[in-house]
């Protein structure tokens, strides 16, 4: 009996417990709804016990408030709770905006602010004018066993490739396909060079002078001068690859100097050289006579008044691609330290060619301005490798379609029954050249506006 009364006894005290214990969750639950006494539940929670802790964890806006002036709490375990648990945190849609507006200014705020770009300001002529005196600078990486070969005093033809350090891939087309060095037959040796400065902007192509230098090493064809690598200074490239030829290769008997980015027919160049004697002036390409100064400030060729005051150039080959005897680049290079620099490199070696009294020649085969579609032909595919076949040098190809010219044009397949007619008449800056309509004033007119591949 008395077991039984103590049965009866504690299942009463427990029952009063669970009573109480629910009397008090209720109490809490009215409170955090209530958003009563909050600093006395921050305390609370300090000096509570883990299943205290477990039970504030789901309100997680409480949890961050208490950890502003507590220790940091250990870990609390994850816990589902009941949907009127999660009343107390829902939210209007004001304040989730509200919320949504905040994080974003924070990520903005953390993200740092660039300075916007600089607007290119126009080339300072004055400046060109007031350095352009200081015209020796170092060759910081030199070639000087390109022109001794074995058995003979120097190559037939050298090839003389502008460059610039980021185009590593135009110099590897150009080695693999016509700057390809070696022996041709009837004993003619042909060796390579790519003329470089510094780069401007050096922090585009990290570690660029040991990538160079690695260049160099591995193909020993890269001469790069102490300079800084711009249009304008296409120049100084000009005169000091001539001082270069007059040191390092006198005895070179022809050379080919033109750009990266053309497709050079070599076998036809040197069927041109054949009967040529090299001690003698020499000097071809795409000329261009009657050409006037560009006074429109947006051209890339602009030149001031107070630059150049003459009304026209003196006739000068097109930076593409020409071609001319030793003896005439010797002549060239003692010439051009006696002219003032002019920042156009094509009009400089007309002006140069025009003191030593030597007469440019032009080839209907160097294409240095593209290819306008013949009148006569309007269905004329130009990207025909049969159509190529027949010229020296043609200007403004990607380095895809050097290759594919390349193998097109050494494919043993290749049949081609007829040639293509070119124009002989001599070069004029004219827009009837390449439109076949009457030509404007030649003084609004631009360079390296043509495109090799016409849309037909």
């Not at 299943?51 to 964890?57: E, I, Y």
């Not at 806006?61 to 994850?78: C, F, G, H, N, Y």
């Not at 020296?392 to 494919?411: G, R, T």
Request: hydrophobic share 40%; glycine share 6%.
């Amino acid at each position: 009996m008395r077991r039984l009364l103590r049965v009866k006894g504690d299942v009463l005290c427990t029952m009063l417990l669970l009573l109480l214990f629910c009397l008090l969750f209720y109490v809490r639950q009215m409170v955090l709804s209530s958003g009563w006494d909050r600093p006395v539940w921050k305390l609370e929670m300090n000096s509570s016990t883990t299943s205290s802790r477990t039970l504030l964890g789901a309100s997680g806006s409480k949890v961050k408030e208490s950890r502003d002036i507590a220790l940091p709490p250990p870990k609390l375990p994850t816990i589902k709770t009941q949907s009127k648990i999660k009343a107390p945190q829902a939210k209007s849609k004001t304040q989730v905006k509200a919320k949504g507006k905040s994080k974003s200014r924070r990520k903005n705020a953390a993200k740092p602010t660039r300075p916007p770009l600089p607007t290119l300001p126009p080339f300072d002529f004055e400046g060109y004018l007031k350095a352009k005196d200081n015209r020796n600078f170092s060759l910081l990486i030199d070639q000087p066993e390109k022109c001794h070969i074995d058995g003979q005093s120097a190559p037939y033809m050298l090839i003389a490739v502008k460059s610039v350090a980021a185009d590593f891939d135009k110099r590897q087309v150009v080695r693999r396909t016509w700057g390809k060095e070696g022996s041709f037959p009837n004993g003619v040796t042909i060796r390579t060079v790519f003329l470089l400065g510094v780069p401007r902007n050096q922090s585009s192509l990290p570690l660029w002078d040991r990538l160079l230098a690695y260049e160099s090493q591995s193909f020993k064809d890269i001469l790069l001068w102490d300079f800084e690598d711009t249009f304008f200074n296409l120049t100084l490239k000009e005169t000091h690859f001539l001082t270069w030829v007059n040191s390092s290769c006198p005895h070179i008997k022809f050379i080919f100097k033109g750009d990266a980015d053309v497709y050079v027919n070599i076998e036809n160049i040197l069927e041109l050289l054949e009967g040529q004697t090299p001690e003698e002036d020499l000097f071809v390409g795409d000329i261009i006579v009657n050409a006037k100064p560009i006074r429109r400030r947006s051209s890339k060729y602009f030149v001031p008044e107070f630059v150049y005051g003459g009304s026209l150039y003196p006739s000068y080959a097109g930076g593409g691609g020409f071609v001319m005897s030793g003896h005439t680049a010797r002549r060239l290079s003692s010439a051009c330290q006696q002219v003032e620099l002019f920042p156009i490199d094509d009009v400089f070696l007309g002006m140069c060619l025009q003191v030593i009294g030597v007469k440019p020649s032009r080839h209907q085969g160097f294409r240095t301005f593209g290819i306008p579609r013949p009148s006569a032909a309007p269905n004329l595919q130009t990207f025909d490798p049969c159509f190529y076949r027949e010229l020296m040098v043609v200007h403004s190809l990607s380095v895809p379609q050097i290759w594919l010219m390349w193998n097109l044009l050494h494919d043993p397949k290749l049949s081609c029954h007829s040639k293509a007619r070119a124009t002989s008449k001599p070069f004029s800056w004219s827009f009837e050249y390449r439109t076949g309509q009457a030509a404007p004033d030649t003084q609004d007119m631009d360079y390296g506006v043509k495109q090799v591949f016409v849309t037909h």
